[in-house]
């Protein structure tokens, strides 16, 4: 998609006008007599990899090849220290509302937004211009694998293997690869990849899919990871509450980092104020959480949320031009590396944004 990824953006006194104005001509519902409702009890696995060894790569690495990381992709290593609370995260998929792709908590309807996600992973400047999708005409996975890793066809093709219904490489070579390879910059690459692979969009555990190196291989294109990891998230939350079931497959770490951000005062933990150097994932990391209570405690919680109980704006958040329709459309469709799902931040999150 070669158009600007946010030309489509309006500063926030428009936003707010527009706003009103559908929730007075369309109320809150999607179609005429339609109700929004929770299903039933869904029990979803949030089983992750072991990011153990790739912690111990990144904590022998020196501050040089730290740096090089950091200016390539952001912020992400961060999400190798985050702790996932399965009892926390268990809970709040049980109020996930998949007819608006929103959380409904109580009183309160919230979905994680572009922004945000974008904000707390600090995306470089050189992803940030263009939206994913998927070419006709793609490279074979080899090809790709040759581009990111630096090595011949025939080092790719005798690792590749099948996995379910998709191609992978299981991690384990990736991660000698790492440790062996002569380029530095190489090194950065794959170890990113993992995390994508690994932490980000979790599959098959234990392997990196070919869809996950479509992605990675379009990042120094200026296109930005931020919608397609938001798709993923939404359509794993949304399969499984279909289903009753499932294993969520998007990024719990970062899902969690949101949910903290927001819901600080019903944790009653302290909350930082924005400062200029001011890292929101490295902060997160390193804030003391509760993780004493159950699945039953934290759903009794959330069902009696309050709008006072929640910081509608996360405090990292600058006051910025937000990405709320598409043309003419309420909707804006975000592109996954599986599939689109639907996004209308501004239908359920007006306060989240600072327009009230």
Request: charged residues 25%; hydrophobic residues 40%.
């Given at each position: 998609m070669e158009k600007e990824f946010l030309d489509r953006v309006e500063g926030n006194a428009a936003v707010r006008t527009?706003?009103?104005?559908?929730?007075?001509?369309?109320?809150?519902?999607?179609?005429?007599?339609?109700?929004?409702?929770?299903?039933?009890?869904?029990?979803?696995?949030?089983?992750?990899?072991?990011?153990?060894?790739?912690?111990?790569?990144?904590?022998?690495?020196?501050?040089?090849?730290?740096?090089?990381?950091?200016?390539?992709?952001?912020?992400?290593?961060?999400?190798?220290?985050?702790?996932?609370?399965?009892?926390?995260?268990?809970?709040?998929?049980?109020?996930?509302?998949?007819?608006?792709?929103?959380?409904?908590?109580?009183?309160?309807?919230?979905?994680?937004?572009?922004?945000?996600?974008?904000?707390?992973?600090?995306?470089?400047?050189?992803?940030?211009?263009?939206?994913?999708?998927?070419?006709?005409?793609?490279?074979?996975?080899?090809?790709?694998?040759?581009?990111?890793?630096?090595?011949?066809?025939?080092?790719?093709?005798?690792?590749?293997?099948?996995?379910?219904?998709?191609?992978?490489?299981?991690?384990?070579?990736?991660?000698?690869?790492?440790?062996?390879?002569?380029?530095?910059?190489?090194?950065?690459?794959?170890?990113?990849?993992?995390?994508?692979?690994?932490?980000?969009?979790?599959?098959?555990?234990?392997?990196?899919?070919?869809?996950?190196?479509?992605?990675?291989?379009?990042?120094?294109?200026?296109?930005?990871?931020?919608?397609?990891?938001?798709a993923e998230t939404f359509r794993s939350l949304s399969a499984s509450r279909r289903v009753g079931e499932g294993r969520f497959i998007g990024c719990a770490q970062l899902l969690l980092s949101w949910f903290h951000s927001h819901f600080w005062k019903v944790e009653k933990v302290s909350c930082k104020v924005f400062s200029k150097n001011y890292y929101p994932l490295e902060e997160l990391v390193t804030t003391p959480r509760r993780d004493d209570l159950s699945e039953e405690k934290w759903i009794a919680i959330l069902q009696n949320l309050q709008a006072e109980d929640v910081e509608w704006r996360a405090p990292w958040m600058i006051r910025d031009e937000i990405l709320y329709r598409c043309g003419e459309f309420d909707w804006v469709s975000l592109l996954g590396i599986r599939e689109a799902v639907g996004y209308a931040p501004l239908l359920v999150a007006r306060h989240e944004m600072g327009l009230v």
């Amino acid at each position: 998609m070669e158009k600007e990824f946010l030309d489509r953006v309006e500063g926030n006194a428009a936003v707010r006008t527009w706003s009103e104005s559908i929730q007075r001509e369309k109320g809150d519902s999607l179609t005429v007599g339609y109700e929004s409702e929770l299903w039933d009890f869904t029990r979803v696995s949030v089983t992750q990899n072991s990011l153990q060894e790739l912690k111990e790569i990144w904590d022998s690495w020196g501050d040089d090849m730290k740096q090089l990381c950091y200016c390539s992709y952001g912020d992400l290593p961060h999400l190798l220290d985050i702790k996932v609370d399965e009892h926390l995260f268990r809970a709040i998929t049980q109020f996930w509302n998949p007819a608006y792709s929103c959380f409904t908590f109580g009183k309160v309807d919230m979905p994680p937004t572009i922004e945000e996600y974008t904000a707390l992973l600090r995306c470089p400047s050189t992803q940030a211009g263009k939206a994913y999708s998927r070419a006709v005409n793609v490279l074979t996975f080899v090809r790709k694998l040759m581009n990111i890793t630096g090595m011949s066809e025939q080092w790719i093709t005798a690792r590749i293997k099948q996995k379910e219904d998709c191609k992978c490489i299981p991690w384990r070579y990736l991660r000698d690869l790492i440790l062996a390879h002569s380029d530095i910059k190489k090194k950065v690459d794959v170890f990113a990849l993992n995390i994508y692979g690994l932490v980000v969009f979790s599959k098959a555990l234990g392997y990196v899919e070919e869809a996950v190196s479509d992605l990675f291989d379009k990042l120094d294109k200026e296109v930005t990871p931020v919608p397609v990891i938001l798709a993923e998230t939404f359509r794993s939350l949304s399969a499984s509450r279909r289903v009753g079931e499932g294993r969520f497959i998007g990024c719990a770490q970062l899902l969690l980092s949101w949910f903290h951000s927001h819901f600080w005062k019903v944790e009653k933990v302290s909350c930082k104020v924005f400062s200029k150097n001011y890292y929101p994932l490295e902060e997160l990391v390193t804030t003391p959480r509760r993780d004493d209570l159950s699945e039953e405690k934290w759903i009794a919680i959330l069902q009696n949320l309050q709008a006072e109980d929640v910081e509608w704006r996360a405090p990292w958040m600058i006051r910025d031009e937000i990405l709320y329709r598409c043309g003419e459309f309420d909707w804006v469709s975000l592109l996954g590396i599986r599939e689109a799902v639907g996004y209308a931040p501004l239908l359920v999150a007006r306060h989240e944004m600072g327009l009230v």
